[in-house]
């Protein structure tokens, strides 16, 4: 059984971009549904290559099409997952600690600053999201702070990977796209910076408001 799932899960993590495409080619008639569908998936099985599925999403779909699916089925998944641990977590996070050396750092970062390193770390294609979704969910970092970070932080990341997907080639024999990608790419940096600092400054304001009556 356990070679069986093995099997499973070493298939699952060499899927490639034709098959993807393939996929979403036998079930275009469902419109939206496979392309949000598949990246909600891979908050479950992070097995799954997050950066094939947004980058066939980006081909089959459009540039933006692509994103916006990519993006609603990620930010879904995490949340989802975040929301799971939240209310089932229990020892998970004690056994993960365990199991994986070094982890009790992160959780205790993840603790700590709340939203600055949930929303860097979701900036960065090769983030194990998994792990930043389950730290997030057993720490005390409110689900508005979480869901903030998430959707800006992972918007930086898909946008980034779905731009290189669209027509990778092109950036071979049209190396300017690469200026437009970095452009676009400090943009949404600055914003999500910008999010950031209003977001610390509020909290900063909180207790020194009045108490209602």
Same mark, same amino acid.
């Given at each position: 059984?356990?070679?069986?799932?093995?099997?499973?899960?070493?298939?699952?993590?060499?899927?490639?971009?034709?098959?993807?495409?393939?996929?979403?080619?036998?079930?275009?008639? %469902?419109?939206?549904?496979? !392309?949000?569908? /598949?990246?909600? +998936?891979?908050? &479950?099985?992070? @097995?799954?290559? #997050?950066?094939?599925?947004?980058?066939?999403?980006?081909?089959?779909?459009?540039?933006?099409?692509?994103? %916006?699916?990519?993006?609603? !089925?990620?930010? /879904?998944?995490? +949340?989802?997952? &975040?929301?799971? @641990?939240?209310? #089932?977590?229990?020892?998970?996070?004690?056994?993960?600690?365990?199991?994986?050396?070094?982890?009790?750092?992160?959780?205790?970062?993840?603790?700590?600053?709340?939203?600055?390193?949930?929303?860097?770390?979701?900036?960065?294609?090769?983030?194990?999201?998994?792990?930043?979704?389950?730290?997030?969910?057993?720490?005390?970092?409110?689900?508005?702070?979480?869901?903030?970070?998430?959707?800006?932080?992972?918007?930086?990341?898909?946008?980034?990977?779905?731009?290189?997907?669209?027509?990778?080639?092109?950036?071979?024999?049209?190396?300017?796209?690469?200026?437009?990608?970095?452009?676009?790419?400090?943009?949404?940096?600055?914003?999500?910076?910008?999010?950031?600092?209003?977001?610390?400054?509020?909290?900063?304001?909180?207790?020194?408001?009045?108490?209602?009556?």
């Amino acid at each position: 059984m356990m070679e069986w799932f093995h099997s499973i899960g070493t298939n699952l993590k060499h899927i490639d971009l034709d098959q993807v495409q393939g996929w979403l080619q036998q079930y275009s008639r %469902l419109g939206p549904l496979p !392309g949000i569908l /598949l990246p909600f +998936i891979e908050a &479950f099985l992070p @097995v799954l290559p #997050l950066i094939v599925l947004v980058m066939g999403n980006s081909a089959a779909y459009g540039l933006w099409w692509g994103f %916006l699916f990519s993006w609603i !089925g990620v930010c /879904l998944g995490s +949340i989802t997952v &975040f929301w799971i @641990v939240r209310k #089932l977590g229990g020892n998970l996070g004690v056994h993960i600690q365990r199991r994986i050396p070094g982890s009790k750092r992160f959780f205790h970062w993840i603790e700590e600053k709340g939203f600055t390193p949930i929303f860097i770390l979701y900036c960065f294609p090769f983030t194990p999201s998994s792990l930043v979704n389950i730290a997030s969910g057993l720490s005390t970092v409110s689900g508005s702070t979480f869901m903030i970070a998430v959707m800006a932080g992972k918007s930086v990341m898909i946008f980034m990977v779905a731009f290189i997907g669209h027509d990778w080639q092109a950036f071979i024999y049209q190396p300017w796209r690469i200026l437009i990608a970095a452009l676009v790419l400090w943009l949404l940096w600055f914003a999500g910076k910008r999010m950031e600092n209003r977001y610390h400054s509020d909290e900063h304001l909180e207790p020194i408001l009045p108490p209602k009556k």
